[in-house]
């Protein structure tokens, strides 16, 4: 039972914090003017109209019987209760009405005819609250003749109600008010430190960021900012120590090169040169997949001229770019670049023809590369996007590198809050699918 409650109030109550906390600060204060408006209106408000009708009615019915009593000083009579009451009456021979000038549901009307009629009896009065705007209409049955009223309405309805009503409704207003002003700024920080934390996923670097709001929402921020610095600095580190590595090893190989050149034995010298070779591109693959994460100032790319771009890079008559809408988003150039370019290579490298796609949907790019190759096992999706991976079978994608060529791709995409798809491409080749938010 509770469970299922428990699930019901997580399907209705806001998902985001600004609410729920708007929620505690307003439930309370609404809830207890509902109680207040409540016991005012059923103990002081109906008790007070119901006393005042009484009083009415009695009047009224006093009246009559001192009209029937003596009917000769009736100038006098209506005088005198015009003077000191505020009342209108008149005596006439008109006929009763037969329609009804009550409201159904208005406590007012309920309240006067509930009087009326236990002093009157059923079809000896009539009543209008609503013909006059500040005047109560009112008919009753005399023998013969019908006596009629024309009485102020404060004596129908106590005055209080609207006053009460507006004193308890502005001060709840305004302090909605002041708690919608104060967890506005207490959730700001909040919203700042998700969308902070959310650039340094995509791989942004966050150097303008600020800690603020209530001391624990400090203690946050201010440990969230140690830790984009240290991982930041982790990764200067490694770059830094990679650049060294490069330098160190690319002077042997170098000079390896040289005294192969020298060697009278050319079948061995160029068997040596090829392993040589190798190991520079397995180096350069290697420090092109550390280098992913290097710091990169995050820009506004146009797709459309980026590609365009890579397309005279490349130079090829069998690169082809259809449908290049122009959609801008937030990104790294170099690194985007750096991963449509693999894939490009991999196309041409293993097929004939390579065809780009871009779509737009409501909030992201979808870039589609197909090419007419030998394609990848279903089997093997997984596996081609791990580190150093490399298929044995008919399409190898880093015959020349150690597998890393979609792992870097995989790597970049993701970090700017993409993803990658493979599937089979209309060239039946493969079929790259890239999603990226703008």
């Not at 009209?67 to 209760?81: A, I, P, R």
């Not at 404060?154 to 001060?171: A, D, G, I, K, N």
């Not at 130079?315 to 670049?337: A, T, W, Y």
Request: aromatic share 8%; no cysteine.
């Amino acid at each position: 039972m509770f469970s299922g409650l428990n699930r019901l109030l997580k399907i209705i109550l806001p998902k985001r914090l600004f609410y729920r906390a708007l929620i505690i600060v307003a439930a309370p204060t609404i809830l207890l003017q509902i109680i207040i408006t409540i016991v005012f209106y059923d103990s002081i408000w109906i008790k007070a109209n119901k006393n005042i009708t009484r009083s009415l009615v009695a009047q009224l019915k006093a009246i009559q019987e001192v009209y029937q009593n003596d009917k000769n000083n009736l100038d006098f009579f209506t005088d005198s209760y015009k003077n000191n009451f505020n009342f209108e009456i008149g005596i006439t021979q008109n006929e009763f009405p037969e329609i009804s000038g009550e409201r159904r549901f208005s406590p007012m009307d309920r309240s006067l005819r509930r009087e009326l009629k236990s002093t009157f009896g059923n079809n000896n009065y009539w009543f209008s609250t609503v013909k006059f705007k500040n005047a109560v209409e009112i008919k009753i049955k005399s023998e013969e003749e019908v006596l009629e009223f024309l009485v102020p309405k404060e004596m129908v309805s106590t005055s209080s109600v609207r006053l009460f009503v507006l004193w308890t409704t502005l001060p709840s207003l305004l302090l909605i008010i002041i708690a919608l002003i104060f967890l506005k700024n207490q959730t700001k920080p909040l919203v700042r430190l998700a969308k902070a934390a959310e650039r340094f996923g995509k791989g942004d670097y966050v150097n303008d960021f600020r800690p603020s709001g209530a001391l624990e929402i400090r203690k946050a921020a201010y440990e969230f900012d140690r830790m984009v610095k240290r991982i930041n600095r982790h990764l200067n580190q490694r770059s830094e120590m990679l650049s060294g590595i490069s330098h160190d090893l690319r002077t042997p190989l170098t000079r390896l090169k040289l005294q192969l050149a020298m060697i009278n034995q050319k079948e061995l010298s160029t068997k040596m040169s090829k392993d040589i070779d190798e190991m520079e591109d397995m180096l350069n693959d290697y420090l092109q997949f550390a280098k992913t994460q290097s710091q990169e100032t995050t820009t506004n790319i146009n797709l459309a001229d980026l590609l365009k771009e890579i397309k005279n890079d490349f130079s090829e008559k069998n690169l082809e770019i259809s449908n290049s809408e122009k959609i801008n988003l937030q990104g790294r150039v170099s690194s985007l670049k750096r991963s449509f370019e693999n894939i490009i290579n991999n196309g041409l490298t293993y097929g004939n023809k390579v065809l780009i796609n871009v779509q737009k949907s409501s909030n992201r790019a979808l870039i589609i590369f197909e090419d007419d190759g030998p394609g990848i096992p279903e089997d093997q999706y997984k596996n081609v996007f791990r580190p150093f991976f490399r298929l044995d079978k008919s399409r190898s994608l880093n015959q020349s590198g150690v597998g890393l060529g979609l792992a870097i791709v995989e790597d970049i995409i993701n970090s700017h809050g993409g993803n990658v798809q493979l599937g089979k491409s209309r060239l039946n080749g493969l079929q790259v699918k890239i999603s990226l938010p703008f």
